[in-house]
């Protein structure tokens, strides 16, 4: 059974930083494109951030450019998100996602696992 978990979200203020960990069993990590998406209360959930299964192919949702990296550790079975400059709109649920030999699509549809999320706050 495969399972995703997320930890590391928390309630900070704006402009500091969280690092996402998401862990990932019941699979073989290595085939699979990993992504992060969120969802803010009352909005639809939409694409962070993903990674391809080598981590040479990555993409990001255009507003977190340049502030948020995604990376992974194969032999950990586990992907990060590094957030930097939060601002209180990045306020979600994160959720992790697996696409079994994906190409870091930004699509929600393409993932076939998930996590349950984990919170992340932003104060202004």
């Known amino acids: 059974q495969v399972h995703l978990v997320e930890s590391g979200g928390g309630l900070v203020q704006a402009g500091d930083s969280l690092r996402l960990a998401c862990a990932a069993s019941g699979l073989t990590f290595s085939n699979y494109a990993m992504a992060w998406f969120r969802q803010a209360p009352g909005k639809e959930r939409e694409f962070v951030a993903a990674i391809t299964w080598s981590g040479v192919r990555t993409s990001y949702l255009d507003s977190v450019k340049g502030r948020f990296i995604i990376s992974r550790d194969n032999g950990k079975n586990t992907v990060h998100l590094q957030m930097n400059s939060l601002k209180p709109e990045d306020t979600a649920v994160y959720y992790c996602?697996?696409?079994?030999?994906?190409?870091?699509?930004?699509?929600?549809?393409?993932?076939?696992?998930w996590g349950q999320g984990t919170q992340v706050t932003v104060s202004s």
């Open positions: 996602a697996a696409d079994f030999w994906g190409s870091a699509s930004v699509s929600e549809g393409s993932y076939e696992y």
